[in-house]
Antibody
């Protein structure tokens, strides 16, 4: 059974940092490109970026909204992807999903809620 | 980069067919075959319903179909069922090597 489980969400003050983890099982994680998508309350889905696999040099791409503040990484030995979020703003408050790029974005986690507030 | 354009809402009665449009530009929808559609029930993980414009993943009902003409992609759901009520999002690969989602469409089954 395929599973993606996000963890690390919570409440953080503006300007603060938070790191999300996405633990994968049930598929070949090391061969996969992992994407991150977020959804603010009452808003639509927003793609924030991806990290490719080793064969593609772990290349990363970021949306303009998070570039320079967020960093994607992965540990293939642990089947885990990470999202490091720095300089957080109130507008970063959202549910964050990790998802695999396959036939479309074919596997999704349940999401982790990040709330940026003082 | 602005979101792809979708109608905010559509509705239909059980058994009817509905179509949701997704309009972009030649730099995204019109330029690539990588258009996908997602069903999202609030509080659950999104689910891919169509990938590469018109391909249906294993396990997705054949009541769901996708197409594209120029810069506009479409998702058609035939034989509407109550469980189809959800938010639907299109997404496209872009010339900037990013992925762009539509603003989402709320489907109401009357």
């Amino acid at each position: 059974e395929v599973q993606l489980v996000e963890s690390g969400g919570g409440l953080v003050q503006p300007g603060g940092s938070l790191k999300l983890s996405c633990a994968a099982s049930g598929f070949t994680f090391s061969a996969s490109t992992m994407h991150w998508v977020r959804q603010a309350s009452g808003k639509g889905l927003e793609w924030i970026g991806r990290i490719r696999n080793k064969g593609n040099n772990y290349a990363t791409t970021y949306s303009a909204a998070v570039k320079g503040r967020f960093t994607f990484s992965r540990d293939d030995s642990k089947n885990t992807a990470y999202l490091q979020m720095n300089s957080l703003k109130s507008e970063d408050t959202a549910v964050y999903y990790c998802t695999r790029g396959g036939d479309g974005l074919d596997y999704w986690g349940q999401g982790a809620l990040v709330t940026v507030s003082s | 980069q602005s979101a792809l354009t979708q109608p905010a809402s559509v509705s239909g009665s059980p058994g009817q067919s509905i179509t949701i449009s997704c309009t972009g530009t030649s730099s995204d929808v019109g330029g690539y075959k990588y258009v996908s559609w997602y069903q999202h029930h609030p509080g659950k993980a999104p689910k891919v319903m169509i990938y590469e414009v018109s391909n249906r993943p294993s396990g997705v009902s054949n009541r769901f179909s996708g197409s594209k003409s120029g810069n506009t992609a479409s998702l058609t759901i035939s034989g509407l069922q109550a469980e189809d009520e959800a938010d639907y999002y299109c997404a496209s690969y872009t010339s900037s090597d990013t992925v762009l989602f539509g603003g989402g469409t709320k489907l109401t089954v009357l």
